[in-house]
Structure formats: C-alpha cells, structure tokens
C-alpha cells in the first residue's frame, strides 16, 4: 500500500476529486494548508497588489493499494495541473498497513 500526499490548488479541488472518483479511489482525507513557495515577489491583480509568499491550498492525503498507485498520481498530474507556479507537490510513501476500526480488518481489505 502506499499513501499520497498532494499539495493543490484550491480551485482545482472540485476537479480533482471528481476525476478521482472516476478512477474509482473513493475515499480520500483532505484540509486546508498554507504554504510558503518559491516565489518571493508580490503580484498585481486588477490595480491591487497582493503578497504570494502565502499560498493557500488544499492537502490530500490518499492511502491505495500498489496496483492503484500509478494511475492516481498520473490523474492528480493531469487535473490539478495549470502550467503555472504554484501548481503543487505530489509526494508517495509506503504504508506498513491499514485498518479498518469498525470491521477491525487490516491490509489491503482495511481500505477497500
């Protein structure tokens, strides 16, 4: 099993999960994060200028099994992309297992 932490934007969120359920990963934990980017200077938008070294935006956070891994990292590349700074970060780790409280399962039926 391995968990996918994802970095977005917010306004690619309604996109993104949508895509995700197509693709049949059905259960996903998210909140909502501040970063600190790369780009320094400020940006000037309607005659009003504003700070970009806080960036608002959403954390994913998706536990799939193997064979599910490179089809939802390929999704999340293809939604949530915008070609701009700022898109977000994608980051995979594995996970030693999984349970489910209710049915006390574990591995791979714990997230199923």
Not at 22 to 40: A, H, L, M, R
Not at 45 to 58: A, H, L, M, P, V
């Amino acid at each position: 099993m391995k968990q996918i932490e994802a970095v977005i934007r917010k306004s690619k969120f309604d996109e993104v999960k949508k895509a995700l359920h197509e693709i049949e990963v059905n259960f996903f934990t998210y909140w909502d994060v501040t970063g600190v980017g790369n780009e320094k200077q400020g940006h000037v938008y309607r005659g009003i200028s504003y700070s970009t070294s806080d960036i608002q935006r959403r954390y994913l956070s998706i536990v799939v099994s193997d064979e599910f891994l490179e089809r939802t990292v390929n999704k999340l590349l293809e939604v949530a992309y915008t070609g701009n700074v700022g898109d977000g970060k994608i980051f995979v780790s594995e996970v030693i297992d999984a349970y489910r409280i209710r049915t006390k399962e574990s591995g791979q039926a714990g997230i199923n």
